[in-house]
């Protein structure tokens, strides 16, 4: 497997010595795998699926039985880890900065 991927760089200006901006045109750049940032929502993905690994198979509180049945299957522990994963999201980054995030993520 190779470590390292072309990524594109956009069009961008940069200050030269003397402190004028130049332009420096799009081209490819090879980097590291580990350091290309990760695919949108991908964080949030991962952390549905932890939380989802943590409900398989574990009963369900009474007040959730009649959507969720007496124990959470798989597909319904996502559900629930999607939820968890949302709620985890919201306290932490709050409403406005939250806002952004996900403006920028699309």
Same mark, same amino acid.
């Given at each position: 497997?190779?470590?390292? /991927? #072309? %990524?594109? *760089?956009?069009?961008?200006?940069?200050?030269? /010595?003397?402190?004028?901006?130049?332009? *420096?045109?799009?081209?490819?750049? +090879?980097?590291? &795998?580990?350091?290309?940032?990760?695919?949108?929502?991908?964080?949030?993905?991962?952390?549905?699926?932890?939380?989802?690994?943590?409900? %398989? @198979?574990?009963?369900?509180?009474?007040? #959730?039985?009649?959507? #969720?049945?007496?124990? !959470?299957?798989? &597909?319904?522990?996502?559900?629930?880890? +999607?939820?968890?994963? @949302?709620? *985890?999201?919201? =306290?932490? !980054?709050?409403? =406005?900065?939250?806002?952004?995030?996900?403006?920028?993520? /699309?």
């Amino acid at each position: 497997m190779a470590k390292y /991927r #072309y %990524v594109t *760089v956009k069009a961008h200006y940069r200050r030269t /010595r003397s402190g004028k901006r130049a332009l *420096v045109k799009a081209h490819k750049r +090879r980097v590291k &795998k580990a350091l290309i940032r990760t695919t949108r929502g991908e964080k949030f993905r991962r952390l549905q699926k932890q939380v989802a690994l943590h409900y %398989v @198979g574990k009963k369900v509180e009474p007040k #959730y039985q009649r959507k #969720y049945g007496k124990t !959470y299957s798989k &597909k319904e522990a996502m559900e629930v880890g +999607r939820a968890v994963a @949302g709620k *985890v999201f919201w =306290k932490k !980054y709050g409403k =406005k900065r939250g806002r952004a995030i996900l403006k920028r993520e /699309r």
